[in-house]
């Protein structure tokens, strides 16, 4: 609603107990934090609505009269009323057994109906379908309302679906000084087009104006503009009506306005365009209905799905295809021979055995848009019954997982393996015993280790049994798979042995085990001319600020680093440095990629959100702050196909590459999308935008059915400028990989704060498989941080990339919390963060490259409430060129644990900070029960900052244990392979 409204009235069913809380905006997109929380509580007794009102249409038999029809809704009680709206305002009431209104509106007037049902008990309706009917002196009617709508300029929020959004209160206005610009309209198919209708608002606060327009369009199989009016100067007068109408005749499909002057602005508006006409003879295709075979499958059934197409155009068809869906995902496609107008034809898929669940049915005509239909929104069809699969009656033994003791092994450490069964089907299993064999499997496939248990006794539907141990393994540095095998069960139908198998990773070693490779810029292949840089560790230098303390550099045409690819690959990632602008703003430019000596594509890079200048407590973007610091970036890109192990991948500075280039290392992955876990649990957003996805999350939030569970995001780029809300209940986040589902920040802006906000009441939730880039170009504390929670447990953040953002995460009070498998990239403070008496919270196998602050961090303040950090596991980590802070940073607590860690080239501090500095917050200092941190590797970095306790001996290496009078720090196995000089003390 509108800055200067401050009431809403909401319609829901008396029944329904409904939370409401309020957000300002601005015109920039920024939004306020949530208001207070009201709640309605629904009534007892009826709570179910009535049906919607099917099949609105009208008529008019008589000029000023439109005649309302609709079919009849549905209670479980009875309908008692119908409501009719009239362009969103309520016209009519009529009783329960009325299906019919006669409304008097003058033909010039443009309305829309809708209509809902009611019961007596004030249970309301969901809406009917929307009919229009288009005001016009003449028999055409307006065919642009609703339809896609673009434009060659936006300026601020005049967005061009203003201009037919059939209200004169909104408008679209183009980019100042861009003439000419262009707003054109898509109606679908082709059209005979009478008159194109401009209008602005008819207050009298717009003054008069003359605007030059010229209309063009284009036919539907044409790929060009033809004009359908000369440019011409049309004045707009308040006094007059503020419109103007331009006499055409053409079949299009398209129609463009083009505007070359306004009078009244620097660019061209437009409140309604509408385009007075008729439909053009076309085809349409519609499915009809769809239904599955045999009706009422078990999960060992094959299903044959079949669908009724018809043409209900006025032409006939050409060949086609019907797509079948399950729960929104694709599941096969049919052929659709050729048909005449009216005619109907069936088609069939088999989609085979289906897993036990409830899944929503419905197939598309003509998916792909191939065929131009004279309406191609009424495609889809959706079956109200859906497809039921029941279980087949049958035991189903599971693998829970793979337990190893201790959970994150060393080298060297003696590791137990146990593994429990679940029963996931619908009959007891057998009462025998039931055999369990483990396999582990080096990165080679080669078997290291077969161990095997056996668990004796019946396992209950839907029971678990208690875990068997296996036995145990030296553990040994490496990547391993761990393949467990359930023997079938006698009671096990051969259905539903398929997942008796499963497989698991497990990784022995310090550091994070991801899913790329990395190569380092100085041990590739240089050529050209290109020069290896290094080493020093001179802050703001290309040699200093890299990992390792060298590179390559690519000034010259020619100049190129050449890496062979040690496994396959459809990715890259290059952390690379380029100069910075002469204001500071950064520069964008491009560089050459090569696969085996074939160019394949330009790698977009930007300086925008690297260099920093000035005091290292607090660098500005200004270059005259001081001296340059944090120069570096990353730049990935999808390859567009897999590049096999042996090849070469070139990064060359070619004539085109306008700038000069230094290459800190490259990362190669090869990258695959996650499918939908569950269509029918996972509600998938309606598009891209950040509404979309709230609502989804709305969706989940509000289902009552008890089937949704959370939200799928296919792949795609998801556009985001302020917190998704999540509460009320658990929802889990699922995304399509990092890689494919990716969350961006507006380019036009700086320093959006987006991400997630969690409730107490989202306990449980899930967030994986996605990637969140801000637009941060310098640190502010406080937003910035893609998980901001507070007072919230039991969730699971999963293969999240985060880069320009603050932090990936800060959680205050937040227990619980399992962090795994992440990557954090370029952020302006801290990677992952726990304060004020988090507890409980496991950080597992997480890489942290290039962070303004400590990269993982306990800090024990309590400013926020909570108490004492303690219990909290950080593992299998790995910290590289940390620009500010420390790589492990521990400021108070007990009975934490660090172990497992690799940390390297971090640029000014120590690789390790324990400290009681309490950075003015109130805070609880270190308590009696030891903090541990162990198996770490510290690499040309700065060892140990402790602060109020005597720095460690020349050389850097840790004592055995450093005692304090508030507690104490274990270090076990701790190495630091460096010859860098020992860290400065925090501040």
């Known amino acids: 609603m509108a800055g200067n409204v401050t009431t809403f009235t909401d319609t829901r069913p008396a029944g329904s107990t409904v939370s409401y809380f309020v957000r300002a905006k601005d015109a920039a997109g920024n939004a306020s934090g949530n208001s207070n929380t009201v709640t309605r509580t629904g009534s007892t007794g009826d709570t179910q609505a009535p049906t919607a009102p099917a099949g609105l249409g009208f008529t008019e038999a008589t000029a000023g009269q439109v005649k309302l029809t609709w079919q009849a809704s549905t209670d479980n009680k009875a309908v008692t009323g119908y409501d009719i709206y009239a362009n969103n305002v309520l016209r009519k009431s009529v009783a329960g057994d009325v299906t019919t209104y006669t409304d008097g509106q003058s033909t010039a007037t443009t309305v829309s109906y809708f209509v809902r049902a009611k019961d007596a008990a004030g249970n309301v309706s969901g809406d009917s379908n929307t009919v229009t009917r288009n005001g016009s002196t003449s028999a055409a009617s307006n065919l642009a309302i609703g339809k896609?709508?673009?434009?060659?300029?936006?300026?601020?929020?005049?967005?061009?679906?203003?201009?037919?959004?059939?209200?004169?209160?909104?408008?679209?206005?183009?980019?100042?000084?861009?003439?000419?610009?262009?707003?054109?309209?898509?109606?679908?198919?082709?059209?005979?087009?009478?008159?194109?209708?401009?209008?602005?608002?008819?207050?009298?606060?717009?003054g008069a104006r003359?605007?030059?327009?010229?209309?063009?369009?284009?036919?539907?199989?044409?790929?060009?503009?033809?004009?359908?009016?000369?440019?011409?100067?049309?004045?707009?007068?308040?006094?007059?009506?503020?419109?103007?109408?331009?006499?055409?005749?053409?079949?299009?499909?398209?129609?463009?306005?083009?505007?070359?002057?306004?009078?009244?602005?620097?660019?061209?508006?437009?409140?309604?365009?509408?385009?007075?006409?008729?439909?053009?003879?076309?085809p349409n295709l519609q499915v009809s209905s769809v239904t599955a075979a045999p009706a009422a499958p078990v999960e060992s059934d094959p299903v044959t799905l079949t669908a009724t197409v018809r043409n209900s155009g006025a032409v006939a068809a050409p060949a086609s295809k019907v797509e079948f869906q399950l729960g929104g995902s694709k599941v096969a496609t049919a052929s659709v021979g050729a048909l005449a107008a009216g005619a109907s034809t069936q088609v069939s898929a088999a989609i085979?055995?289906?897993?036990?669940?409830?899944?929503?049915?419905?197939?598309?005509?003509?998916?792909?848009?191939?065929v131009i239909e004279q309406n191609e929104t009424d495609n889809t069809y959706t079956s109200a019954s859906g497809l039921v699969v029941k279980p087949v009656a049958s035991s189903d033994l599971v693998s829970t997982g793979v337990s190893t003791s201790p959970s994150a092994p060393s080298n060297g450490q003696s590791v137990t393996f146990s593994v429990a069964i679940k029963n996931q089907g619908s009959v007891a299993s057998a009462a025998g015993g039931h055999a369990i064999t483990l396999t582990l499997l080096d990165s080679k496939g080669a078997t290291v280790k077969t161990l095997t248990g056996t668990y004796t006794g019946a396992i209950a539907a839907g029971a678990t049994s208690s875990p068997v141990n296996l036995g145990s393994w030296t553990a040994a540095n490496g990547s391993y798979t761990v393949k467990t095998v359930i023997a079938d069960d006698t009671n096990e139908l051969p259905v539903k042995r398929g997942n008796n198998t499963a497989s698991s990773s497990l990784f022995v070693g310090r550091g994070a085990n991801m899913p790329y490779d990395m190569y380092e810029a100085e041990d590739g292949v240089t050529g050209g001319g290109a020069q290896v840089v290094g080493p020093?560790?001179?802050?703001?230098?290309?040699?200093?600020?890299?990992?390792?303390?060298?590179?390559?550099?690519?000034?010259?045409?020619?100049?190129?680093?050449?890496?062979?690819?040690?496994?396959?690959?459809?990715?890259?990632?290059?952390?690379?440095?380029?100069?910075?602008?002469?204001?500071?703003?950064?520069?964008d430019s491009k560089l050459n990629l090569y696969v085996d000596g074939t160019f394949l594509k330009a790698i977009d890079l930007t300086s925008k959100y690297a260099w920093l200048y000035g005091a290292e407590t607090g660098p500005g973007n200004s270059p005259g702050a001081g001296s340059p610091r944090?120069?570096?970036?990353?730049?990935?890109?999808?390859?567009?196909?897999?590049?096999?192990?042996?090849?070469?991948?070139?990064?060359?500075?070619?004539?085109?590459?306008?700038?000069?280039?230094?290459?800190?290392?490259?990362?190669?992955?090869?990258?695959?999308?996650?499918?939908?876990?569950?269509?029918?649990?996972?509600?998938?957003?309606?598009?891209?935008?950040?509404?979309?996805?709230?609502?989804?999350?709305?969706?989940?939030?509000?289902?009552?059915?008890g089937k949704l569970v959370g939200v799928y995001l296919p792949a795609g780029d998801y556009q985001t400028a302020s917190k998704f809300q999540v509460y009320g209940k658990a929802v889990k986040v699922v995304g399509a990989g990092p890689w494919f589902t990716r969350f961006y920040a507006p380019s036009g802006q700086e320093n959006t704060d987006n991400g997630f906000r969690a409730e107490a009441s989202a306990k449980g939730s899930s967030f994986a498989n996605f990637a969140y880039f801000g637009n941060y170009t310098s640190r502010i504390?406080?937003?910035?941080?893609?998980?901001?929670?507070?007072?919230?447990?039991?969730?699971?953040?999963?293969?999240?990339?985060?880069?320009?953002?603050v932090c990936l995460y800060w959680g205050a009070n937040t227990d619980s919390i399992t962090i795994k498998n992440s990557r954090i990239r370029d952020t302006f403070a801290d990677g992952i963060n726990m304060t004020n008496g988090s507890t409980d919270n496991h950080v597992v196998n997480n890489e942290s490259r290039a962070t303004g602050d400590d990269s993982f961090a306990l800090f024990s303040a309590i400013d926020s409430g909570g108490a004492d950090m303690k219990n909290n596991v950080y593992e299998n980590l790995t910290s590289l060129l940390t620009w500010r802070a420390a790589g492990v940073a521990v400021y108070g607590g007990y009975s934490n644990t660090f172990r497992n860690v690799l940390i390297a080239d971090t640029l000014v501090y120590s690789g390790i900070t324990v400290s009681s500095l309490d950075?003015?917050?109130?805070?609880?200092?270190?308590?009696?029960?030891?903090?541990?941190?162990?198996?770490?590797?510290?690499?040309?970095?700065?060892?140990?900052?402790?602060?109020?306790?005597?720095?460690?001996?020349?050389?850097?290496?840790?004592?055995?244990?450093?005692?304090?009078?508030?507690?104490?720090?274990?270090?076990?196995?701790?190495?630091?392979?460096?010859?860098?000089?020992?860290?400065?003390?925090?501040?």
């Open 148 to 206: 896609p709508i673009t434009a060659s300029s936006v300026v601020h929020t005049f967005v061009a679906e203003n201009a037919n959004d059939n209200s004169v209160t909104t408008y679209w206005e183009g980019a100042g000084g861009s003439y000419p610009n262009t707003l054109t309209v898509k109606l679908g198919a082709n059209a005979d087009t009478e008159n194109i209708v401009v209008k602005l608002n008819p207050d009298s606060s717009w």
């Open 210 to 282: 003359t605007q030059n327009i010229q209309v063009l369009g284009r036919e539907q199989s044409a790929s060009s503009f033809t004009s359908l009016a000369a440019a011409k100067d049309y004045a707009f007068n308040p006094g007059s009506g503020n419109s103007v109408t331009i006499p055409v005749s053409g079949r299009v499909a398209d129609v463009q306005l083009k505007f070359n002057s306004n009078t009244g602005s620097g660019a061209g508006q437009v409140a309604e365009f509408q385009v007075l006409g008729a439909p053009a003879p076309n």
């Open 352 to 370: 085979g055995a289906r897993d036990a669940g409830t899944y929503a049915l419905s197939a598309v005509a003509d998916p792909a848009n191939e």
């Open 536 to 587: 020093n560790r001179t802050v703001g230098d290309v040699a200093g600020e890299a990992s390792g303390r060298k590179a390559v550099t690519l000034n010259s045409t020619g100049n190129y680093v050449e890496f062979t690819t040690r496994a396959s690959t459809n990715t890259l990632v290059t952390r690379f440095s380029i100069p910075d602008s002469a204001g500071g703003g950064g520069i």
């Open 630 to 705: 944090h120069i570096y970036d990353e730049a990935n890109v999808l390859l567009g196909k897999t590049v096999p192990a042996g090849s070469k991948i070139r990064l060359q500075k070619d004539a085109a590459n306008t700038s000069t280039y230094a290459i800190d290392f490259v990362s190669l992955e090869q990258a695959t999308q996650i499918a939908n876990p569950d269509p029918a649990a996972y509600t998938v957003p309606a598009g891209f935008t950040h509404q979309d996805v709230q609502n989804a999350l709305d969706k989940v939030r509000m289902d009552t059915t």
């Open 781 to 805: 504390d406080g937003p910035g941080k893609v998980f901001d929670f507070s007072n919230v447990s039991d969730i699971v953040i999963d293969n999240v990339w985060n880069e320009h953002q």
């Open 919 to 987: 950075f003015g917050y109130p805070m609880n200092g270190f308590g009696t029960e030891p903090t541990t941190i162990e198996n770490v590797s510290v690499l040309r970095s700065g060892a140990i900052s402790g602060a109020r306790r005597p720095s460690p001996a020349s050389g850097c290496s840790p004592p055995p244990r450093c005692s304090r009078a508030s507690g104490s720090i274990m270090w076990t196995s701790s190495t630091r392979r460096t010859a860098a000089s020992c860290s400065r003390p925090t501040t």
